[in-house]
Structures are given as C-alpha cells and as structure tokens.
C-alpha cells in the first residue's frame, strides 16, 4: 500500500498567463481588478491588483480562488448549492472561513485535475467573472 500519491499543480509561467490574460480583458472593460492566482492547495501563485482596484479587492479575489479551488467548483455555482438548504446555507456563509457565493472565481483544471484556480475582484461579480474567464483562455487544457 502507498503511504503517499502525486499532486498536480500549476507552473508559475502559466500562473503568470492567466494574470496577464485577465488584466488585458480587465483593461479591455477600462476597469481596475485584483485578480489571484492559487495552486491546488490554495497556495497564492501569482497576484495582481491593477492601478486603481478597491484595496478590499485584494482578499476577496484571494478568498474566491481559494473557494474555487477547494471545492473545485466556480463560486457562483455555491449559491444555487445552498439556497434551497437552511441549514447549509446559514452553516457554510458564517462557518467556512473565505467562502465565497458568489461569482468570480474558477478552479483551473488541466485535463481532469484541478491544478489551482483564479479569482477576481474589483467590480460587479458579473464583470469579475468576465475576466476570470478570460483569464482561463491562457490554459491549454
């Protein structure tokens, strides 16, 4: 029996492409984000907070890719998770330290494996989501 196993995790190069893919569609809206990178662990990789960004912005895009990752699901999905689930819903939003519910952040699969994640703050959750998707662009797969 193995008393150990091998985790994927993402490189700092492409840690550093989904940053600079994410602030080039950030600069493309002509608004100012925070946007983190995290490694499968939700270790911070990379970071970024672009001229302007809300200094709040920083721990929020940090604590979205930390949810994404440690789930391994986007954070809006967290919402349609607990909405119908009181309990879950009143447990989780006040027990889980950095959850997030909502959008903005996105586990970074490559293949099946969830090899970090990104989050994004800094505007309205539907525009952090625009550019954690672009973000993702840099991810071949």
Do not use: C
Not at 45 to 60: C, E, I, T, W, Y
Not at 123 to 130: L, P, S, V
């Amino acid at each position: 029996m193995s008393q150990t196993y091998t985790k994927q995790t993402l490189t700092v190069e492409l840690a550093s492409s989904v940053i600079q893919k994410a602030m080039d569609k950030a600069a493309s809206m002509g608004h100012p984000f925070a946007i983190a990178v995290v490694d499968e662990s939700g270790v911070l990789k990379a970071f970024s907070r672009m001229d302007g960004a809300p200094l709040l912005a920083n721990q929020v895009a940090q604590d979205k890719a930390y949810t994404a990752v440690g789930f391994g699901m986007p954070t809006d999905q967290w919402h349609e998770f607990i909405k119908n689930d009181p309990p879950l819903a009143a447990g989780a939003t006040t027990g889980i330290d950095r959850l997030v519910v909502f959008g903005g952040g996105y586990p970074i699969k490559v293949g099946d494996a969830v090899v970090g994640a990104i989050g994004v703050s800094g505007g309205h959750y539907t525009q952090d989501m625009e550019v954690a998707l672009a973000g993702l662009e840099a991810v071949a797969g």
